[in-house]
């Protein structure tokens, strides 16, 4: 029997309390590479702050935390640096820089190598906003975009770091559902092309069903239910009962409190410049 895979991201019994408010309680997950797991749960229950452990902004109280194979845990800052080349998140907000083109955001990472002409930077970010859709925004700045394309220009400027993984915060969210849904099909189209390892944290079960190779669920700090979408499906928690209710409802937003109901029913790599990295 081959051996499995080493997962590429793992949370081993993360605990993380902010004073007495206990945010994560012994949570153990993790994510294979080339894996797309989607981390579901209530607001406020742990979701942003599980991302900012693995980016190393935040340390947990307990337990242990690896990206890229590596126990980051104790890591200083100038190591945490190292990983977040290889691990980039995309912000619920975009965090565009305001002031540059949407061009140059998305060429900002490629300067920043300090190894590309011009030319090959211009290149490569026409293949990125292209690939995302947004090629004819180019010479716009952010504030002239909707949240959907921001999100979009962020996914393109985070590819142009070439990640071996992919953080989204919430990628659907404020956003109409026409754009949720391609905002959803893009994610899609990456992971089957560039299969990156990515988490995508979301309360969207559209966007879940459609995306996750496996699921974890967060409830009152603690991981309520891990595994495939399938497998959530014959999950009889609550909680996980109560989001496929509003989902077969078309509720896009958790509404605590709502009575319990019966169970619902329920490539290749494209040519960035031809340098990107081998994967995993
Ligand atoms: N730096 C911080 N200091 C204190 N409390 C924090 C900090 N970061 C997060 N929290 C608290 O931790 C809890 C979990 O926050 P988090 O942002 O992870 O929720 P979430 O699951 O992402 O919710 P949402 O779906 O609304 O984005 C919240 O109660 C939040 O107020
Ligand atoms: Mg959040």
Request: proline share 7%; with cysteine.
């Amino acid at each position: 029997m081959p051996e499995p895979p080493r997962p590429y991201i793992e949370f081993q019994h993360v605990s993380k309390a902010f004073g007495d408010h206990r945010v994560l309680d012994d949570v153990s997950f993790d994510v294979l590479p080339g894996e797309t797991v989607c981390i579901l749960g209530r607001s406020g229950v742990g979701k942003s702050v599980s991302l900012h452990h693995i980016m190393g902004f935040l340390k947990p109280d307990s337990g242990r935390v690896w990206v890229a194979y590596e126990d980051i845990t104790d890591y200083p800052e100038h190591e945490l640096e190292r990983i977040r080349k290889k691990v980039t998140m995309v912000f619920q907000n975009g965090a565009l820089f305001d002031s540059l083109t949407v061009g140059e955001n998305v060429a900002f990472p490629l300067r920043e190598r300090g190894e590309l002409s011009e030319e090959e930077i211009y290149q490569i970010v026409d293949g990125l906003l292209e690939m995302v859709g947004v090629r004819e925004m180019r010479e716009m700045v952010p504030s002239e975009l909707s949240t959907g394309m921001k999100r979009s220009v962020a996914i393109a400027r985070a590819l142009a770091a070439q990640p071996e993984a992919i953080l989204y915060d919430e990628p659907t969210t404020m956003v109409d559902p026409l754009q949720g849904a391609l905002l959803g099909d893009l994610i899609a189209k990456l992971k089957l092309q560039l299969k990156l390892t990515s988490i995508v944290v979301t309360h969207d079960m559209k966007l879940c069903r459609k995306l996750a190779d496996r699921v974890v669920f967060l409830h009152e700090a603690r991981v309520v239910f891990f595994g495939t979408v399938a497998e959530m499906e014959r999950s009889t928690e609550p909680i996980v009962r109560e989001f496929f209710k509003l989902d077969f409802f078309g509720l896009d937003d958790f509404q605590a409190g709502a009575a319990p109901v019966p169970s619902s029913p329920g490539g290749s790599n494209p040519d960035l410049s031809g340098s990107a990295p081998p994967r995993e």
